[in-house]
């Protein structure tokens, strides 16, 4: 198979590349800047160079002048950003095949190479072909050098948060239970270096962030993470988001601004959550909260979530009535009785009628609100079941 030299100062850029190319079997070879890519190009020779447009001592388009000047005419295609796409126009007249936007998908990248190379997508391998492509899909990605001390150990994180506005991070932080790790970063290339250093169980990446195709980042991330979740972050609008995500290939769509209740129901599919709401016959017992005061209002959430499967599954066990026993549910005027009024609406849906069970706190709060002051309340569950 040819042979293909990536010139980028981005170590997470060359491990992409190795990985996504070395599953068709090419030989890969290695630049971090323009000065390192002459200097191994008088070493070798190569059937097509990938080159980066901005790197530190010698950048891509000076790299090319060098090359072109001194008659190479090595096949070359360039990696520049949206914000760096004017560049493209002296870079064409130096003599460029193509160029890629980053971040790019890998089956763009496989299909560029594959036309300048001037081969069929589904090039014929032969044995030694085939083996040298599963052993590069099943080799580790390229990293940076690890410290003289031992390899470096890759942190496993609960979350990674890609958006450009650090006060999205800080936001979804706060709805968070502190029991699960959350890291945010504000650019592409600082996602694409965590997602090499580091593992990630959920990826919720920003679908409008400053010179980033997000749906080809996402596939990038993937291509490092292929475990993970991918979460689209987007804003509300009629348009049916969800499912356009799907179609770009995103698992789940989060929406913001933030709605407490959403992001529980969202933490609900990815990752086990405390048994807020036990179920014994046709009684809801709502569990004592243990968490921080900061935090209460996920713990809400998740009560009015469960909610709703809890009474589907009373109706279809033909109960016509529940019992909600909120004597442990921590005390809040404003919340308590909207949590309510929630469930007696949602309750109805199916036919079913609520008989409450609480402190007299809780008594005094439901009285505040005209919907939940009328509910049959009782001080024990005994009295409710009496009734």
Not at 256 to 272: I, Q
Request: with cysteine; hydrophobic share 45%; aromatic share 4%.
């Amino acid at each position: 198979m040819p042979s293909i030299l990536t010139v980028d100062d981005s170590s997470t850029i060359r491990s992409i590349i190795n990985k996504t190319l070395g599953e068709l079997g090419f030989e890969i070879e290695q630049a971090e800047d323009g000065q390192q890519g002459l200097a191994k190009l008088e070493e070798i020779s190569v059937d097509l160079i990938l080159l980066d447009v901005t790197m530190p001592v010698m950048d891509g388009p000076t790299m090319l002048e060098k090359l072109r000047g001194a008659g190479n005419k090595t096949p070359v295609i360039m990696l520049t950003s949206e914000s760096k796409r004017s560049i493209m126009t002296g870079a064409i007249k130096l003599g460029v095949e193509d160029y890629i936007l980053k971040p790019f998908k890998p089956d763009e990248l496989k299909a560029k190479v594959l036309k300048v190379l001037k081969m069929d997508g589904a090039a014929p391998r032969n044995a030694a072909d085939q083996q040298m492509a599963s052993n590069a899909a099943l080799a580790p990605a390229a990293a940076a050098p690890s410290p003289s001390n031992g390899p470096a150990q890759r942190q496993f994180i609960d979350v990674l948060v890609v958006d450009d506005m650090e006060n999205v991070h800080k936001k979804l932080r706060s709805l968070l239970p502190e029991t699960l790790s959350l890291k945010g970063c504000v650019s592409a290339r600082e996602a694409l270096e965590m997602c090499q250093h580091g593992v990630f169980r959920v990826i919720i990446v920003d679908l409008v962030i400053p010179d980033v195709n997000s749906v080809a980042l996402m596939n990038q991330l993937r291509v490092l993470q292929p475990h993970a979740v991918m979460t689209a972050l987007a804003l509300r609008s009629a348009n049916d988001i969800a499912t356009e995500c799907k179609a770009q290939g995103f698992h789940d769509v989060m929406m913001k601004p933030f709605d407490a209740a959403l992001v529980e129901d969202w933490r609900g599919k990815y990752f086990a959550v405390e048994n807020v709401l036990s179920v014994n016959d046709n009684i809801l017992a709502v569990a004592e909260y243990t968490g921080k005061a900061d935090k209460v209002d996920g713990y809400y959430a998740r009560v009015k979530s469960l909610c709703k499967d809890s009474f589907e599954k009373l109706a279809s066990a033909c109960y016509e009535d529940s019992i909600i026993d909120l004597s442990k549910m921590p005390m809040h005027n404003d919340k308590l009785p909207r949590l309510v009024l929630d469930m007696d609406v949602e309750a109805k849906k199916f036919g079913i009628t609520l008989r409450i069970v609480g402190q007299p706190e809780a008594k005094k709060a439901l009285s505040q609100l005209v919907e939940t002051a009328s509910l049959p309340f009782f001080a024990t569950v005994n009295e409710a079941k009496a009734a």
